[in-house]
C-alpha cells in the first residue's frame, strides 16, 4: 500500500516562496498511469486542488494557482515537491500530498476535491503564513 508523508517549514513569512516535500514509500512515483497531487485545506474551507505532477513528470495545476505554482520530482528519493511563490496570510493552510491512478481534470478557476477522489493521502502538515 502506498504511503505519502509531507515535510516542510511549519511557517513562512509574506512574499517568501513555500516549499513542502512528500515522500512516498510502497510504490514508485513512476508507477505507469499514476498522478502525485497537492491539495491544501485553510480554516472554514473544503479541500482545494493545487496541482499534480503525473508519473511521466508532467504537471497540471489549478488555474486560481497556476501562476505561482511549481511541482517538481526526484525519482532517486521517490519525493516530489511544492514550491508556491509570493504566499500571503490567505495561503495559511494545512498541506497534503496524495496519489491516484485516476487522471485529475479541474472544470473551473479554484479546483474543490473530496477526500474520495484520491485513494491515498499523507497525514497533513500545518503550514502558517505570517511576518
Known amino acids: 500500500q502506498v504511503q505519502l508523508q509531507e515535510s516542510g517549514p511549519g511557517l513562512v513569512k509574506p512574499s517568501q516562496t513555500l516549499s513542502l516535500t512528500c515522500t512516498v514509500s510502497?510504490?514508485?512515483?513512476?508507477?505507469?498511469?499514476?498522478?502525485w497531487s497537492w491539495i491544501r485545506q485553510s480554516p472554514g474551507k473544503g479541500l482545494e486542488w493545487i496541482g499534480y505532477?503525473?508519473?511521466?513528470?508532467?504537471?497540471y495545476y489549478s488555474p486560481s494557482l497556476k501562476s505561482r505554482t511549481s511541482i517538481s520530482r526526484d525519482t532517486s528519493k521517490n519525493q516530489f515537491t511544492l514550491q508556491l511563490t509570493s504566499v500571503t496570510p490567505e495561503d495559511t493552510a494545512v498541506y497534503y500530498c496524495?496519489?491516484?491512478?485516476?487522471?485529475?481534470?479541474?472544470?473551473?478557476?479554484?479546483?474543490?476535491?473530496?477526500?474520495?477522489?484520491?485513494?491515498?493521502w499523507g497525514q497533513g502538515t500545518q503550514v502558517t503564513v505570517s511576518p
Open positions: 510502497g510504490g514508485s512515483i513512476t508507477t505507469n498511469y499514476y498522478y
Open positions: 496524495a496519489g491516484d491512478h485516476r487522471f485529475y481534470y479541474c472544470s473551473g478557476y479554484v479546483c474543490y476535491v473530496e477526500r474520495s477522489d484520491f485513494g491515498s
Open positions: 505532477i503525473s508519473y511521466s513528470g508532467s504537471t
